[in-house]
T-cell receptor, first 113, second 111 residues
Framework: KQEVTQIPAALSVPEGENLVLNCSFTDSAIYNLQWFRQDPGKGLTSLLLIQSSQREQTSGRLNASLDKSSGRSTLYIAASQPGDSATYLC????????????FGSGTRLLVRP | SQTIHQWPATLVQPVGSPLSLECTVEGTSNPNLYWYRQAAGRGLQLLFYSVGIGQISSEVPQNLSASRPQDRQFILSSKKLLLSDSGFYLCALLQGARGYTFGSGTRLTVV
């Protein structure tokens, strides 16, 4: 059974700092990995999608990497801003025909002005 | 482009009352559709998924059921709500290699 773990559970940093969020998964047979952002009381916004054959994806100040063989992904946020404060969720799509999305419990990020 | 609609945005229902949450999608045909729930302070739990009309797979046995009466319609229901059914319900659409897109969600409070 696929399990996804995210560390740290919470992170507080001063504005301008670069930071790394970690995600690990137990079954390397994934279809893809997706990072989401969730603001309090809101739905999920997709940030980056990495296909199983890819190593990384970049969007603006965000960079996500994938090491499928070791079951790890990282989300790198450069020059953090207070507007980046949110919960960041890592999720893997299972490699079977159901394509279920299995989530980690998230990292709650606070960027202090 | 593919879009996903959920309603209502918020709902307060008494214990024992029925529930019907609707999710519809546009811009695609025969999509994979999913219902997730996020209980307060907890992670996202997959409840049901559907790969086609009338095809429903349940992930967690509980007080809820799902139906897919039309290709682009996915409904989450309950005959009698429990307090433990409170949470944030999200419908999701798998867009193939482009990954998942989520609806804006329904916040359900059972009182």
């Amino acid at each position: 059974k696929q399990e996804v773990t995210q560390i740290p559970a919470a992170l507080s940093v001063p504005e301008g700092e670069n930071l790394v969020l970690n995600c690990s998964f137990t079954d390397s047979a994934i279809y893809n990995l997706q990072w989401f952002r969730q603001d309090p009381g809101k739905g999920l916004t997709s940030l980056l999608l990495i296909q199983s054959s890819q190593r990384e994806q970049t969007s603006g100040r965000l960079n996500a990497s994938l090491d499928k063989s070791s079951g790890r992904s990282t989300l790198y946020i450069a020059a953090s801003q207070p507007g980046d404060s949110a919960t960041y969720l890592c999720a893997v799509t299972t490699g079977d025909s159901s394509y279920k999305l299995i989530f980690g419990s998230g990292t709650r990020l606070l960027v202090r002005p | 482009s593919q879009t996903i609609h959920q309603w209502p945005a918020t709902l307060v229902q008494p214990v024992g009352s029925p529930l019907s949450l609707e999710c519809t999608v546009e811009g695609t045909s025969n999509p994979n559709l999913y219902w997730y729930r996020q209980a307060a302070g907890r992670g996202l739990q997959l409840l049901f998924y559907s790969v086609g009309i009338g095809q429903i797979s349940s992930e967690v046995p509980q007080n809820l059921s799902a139906s897919r009466p039309q290709d682009r319609q996915f409904i989450l229901s309950s005959k009698k709500l429990l307090l433990s059914d409170s949470g944030f319900y999200l419908c999701a659409l798998l867009q193939g290699a482009r990954g998942y897109t989520f609806g804006s969600g329904t916040r359900l409070t059972v009182v």
